[in-house]
Each structure stands twice: as structure tokens, then as C-alpha cells.
């Protein structure tokens, strides 16, 4: 059942929902891979199947900064190749999201998380450096990340694979990562209102309440990221991605 009234809400509570805003807004700012934390310090906070609701409205309104600041580099043909899979992928969750178990979504999500990271680093390793072109190299990836979305809001370490495969340089990952999760979790809202009741107008008003911390940790992030060149960019994504697998697979 969802929090009645925001006074129900402990200290402690308030303290780690706003550190997991303000990662939500360094991640949308394009430090990519950290967004696990702000999922596993919100399920403290909350609970894992409340929090999953609670999160989404946040998401979106991380999401409409990054989309203003970052939209004149976003690149729509990826947006197009992944978008209609993720779709599959987000109904199958909302489906089965009910009766999977948490423990076995996670270690199952890890460990593919991890082998294609593993698959990354090997291709950076490569001299031949063409990304993969097949349909299907879209499909896998886009589907499993529909799911994790809606699931857990977690598919941030596939869509980083799949635009990092794509080699796409620094600000236009941001800026497409950043209309694709826009429209992506807009779509999850009414699963969430009416399907799931994870969110309501109570937890509407703490979203609201947690603003500030989405806007401070999105300044910071803009700042930070502009100091971080292209070759440790994509070195940066593939640890944290890598590290939030192994945060998933133990939290």
C-alpha cells in the first residue's frame, strides 16, 4: 500500500530519497551506469515494489531536462531502431511483473548485464570497429531493456550497451538516451496509475517535494560531464554499467 500522507515518511526515508533524486539527475546529466543506486537507495527507502512507482514520475521530469538541454545532439534513426522493442519488452513486463521473482529478476539481469559488458570490452579490444547492424542486435537488447524498465527500472545498463555499440559520440548518447527514456517512461505512467496502483496522488506531491534534489544533482552532473573526454567516457559507462550489474546481482 502506498504512503497516505508524506508526514508517514521517516527522516531517514527523507535522507535517501533525496540522495537517490539527486543521482537520478547526475545520470540523466550523462554520468551514465549510476542509476542503479538511486534504484536500490529508493527500495530501502520504501520497498522495491512501492518504490518502482514512486521513481517513474521522477524519471520523467529528469528526463524533460535532459531532452531541453541535450535535444540539438539527440539522433533519432537509434531512437527509432530500438523504441518499438522496448514496447514488446514494457508489456511483457507489465504481464508478468506481478509474479516474477525479485530475486531471480535481478541475478538473471546481472549476469546478462555482465557478459555484454564483457562482449564491449571485447570489441573495444578490436580493430575492426563496425557496430552491429542486425536487426536483431536491436530486438535482444531493446526488448530485455522494455522489460527491465518496467520491472524494475533498471534498463539503463542495456540502453548504455546498445549506444555505446553504437559508437556514438559523447553528447548525442546523452541527448538519444535521453528522448528514448522520455518517451519510454511517460508510456509507464498509466501502467503504473491504473494497473500496477504504485502510484498515486500522494506520492505525485513527494515527487514534487523531491524536485530540488533532480535539479541540483543535474547541474552538478552538466558540469562534471564536461570535463570527461570521449575515450574515458565510454571507459566510464562500461565500469559502472559493469559495477551496477554486480549492485543488482547483491542488492
Known amino acids: 500500500m502506498l504512503l497516505?500522507?508524506?508526514?508517514?515518511?521517516?527522516?531517514?526515508a527523507w535522507i535517501l530519497a533525496s540522495i537517490a533524486t539527486f543521482i537520478i539527475g547526475l545520470s540523466k546529466a550523462g554520468i551514465k551506469g549510476i542509476?542503479?543506486?538511486?534504484?536500490?537507495?529508493m527500495a530501502l527507502a520504501f520497498g522495491a515494489r512501492q518504490s518502482t512507482?514512486?521513481?517513474?514520475?521522477?524519471?520523467?521530469?529528469?528526463?524533460?531536462?535532459?531532452?531541453?538541454?541535450y535535444n540539438r545532439y539527440t539522433q533519432w534513426?537509434?531512437?527509432?531502431?530500438?523504441?518499438?522493442?522496448?514496447?514488446?519488452?514494457?508489456?511483457?513486463?507489465?504481464?508478468i511483473g506481478n509474479e516474477l521473482p525479485e530475486?531471480?529478476?535481478k541475478?538473471?539481469?546481472?549476469?546478462?548485464?555482465?557478459?555484454?559488458?564483457?562482449?564491449?570490452?571485447?570489441?573495444?579490444?578490436?580493430?575492426?570497429?563496425?557496430?552491429?547492424?542486425?536487426?536483431?542486435?536491436?530486438?535482444?537488447?531493446?526488448?530485455?531493456?522494455?522489460i527491465t524498465t518496467m520491472?524494475?527500472?533498471l534498463a539503463g545498463a542495456f540502453s548504455n550497451i546498445y549506444f555505446l555499440a553504437m559508437r556514438l559520440p559523447k553528447n548525442h548518447f546523452i541527448g538519444t538516451a535521453a528522448w528514448l527514456f522520455l518517451i519510454i517512461?511517460?508510456?509507464?505512467?498509466?501502467?503504473?496509475?491504473?494497473?500496477?496502483?504504485?502510484i498515486s496522488l500522494e506520492s505525485l506531491q513527494l515527487n514534487l517535494m523531491l524536485l530540488p534534489g533532480i535539479l541540483l544533482g543535474f547541474f552538478v552532473g552538466v558540469k562534471f560531464i564536461k570535463y570527461i573526454k570521449e575515450a574515458f567516457f565510454r571507459k566510464m559507462i562500461l565500469v559502472l554499467t559493469a559495477v551496477g550489474a554486480v549492485l543488482i546481482m547483491f542488492s
Not at 534513426?77 to 504481464?95: A, H
Request: proline share 4%.
Open 4 to 12: 497516505s500522507i508524506t508526514s508517514e515518511i521517516t527522516p531517514t
Open 35 to 41: 542509476a542503479v543506486l538511486n534504484v536500490t537507495i
Open 53 to 69: 512507482g514512486m521513481v517513474v514520475p521522477l524519471l520523467v521530469l529528469a528526463d524533460i531536462f535532459a531532452v531541453i538541454y
Open 77 to 95: 534513426k537509434y531512437v527509432f531502431k530500438v523504441l518499438p522493442w522496448m514496447l514488446v519488452g514494457l508489456l511483457i513486463g507489465v504481464f
Open 103 to 105: 530475486k531471480f529478476f
Open 107 to 146: 541475478i538473471g539481469m546481472a549476469i546478462i548485464i555482465i557478459i555484454t559488458v564483457g562482449m564491449m570490452f571485447y570489441w573495444d579490444r578490436k580493430k575492426d570497429k563496425n557496430v552491429p547492424s542486425h536487426w536483431s542486435f536491436a530486438g535482444s537488447i531493446g526488448t530485455i531493456a522494455g
Open 151 to 153: 520491472v524494475g527500472n
Open 185 to 198: 517512461n511517460i508510456i509507464k505512467l498509466p501502467f503504473h496509475f491504473f494497473v500496477w496502483k504504485t
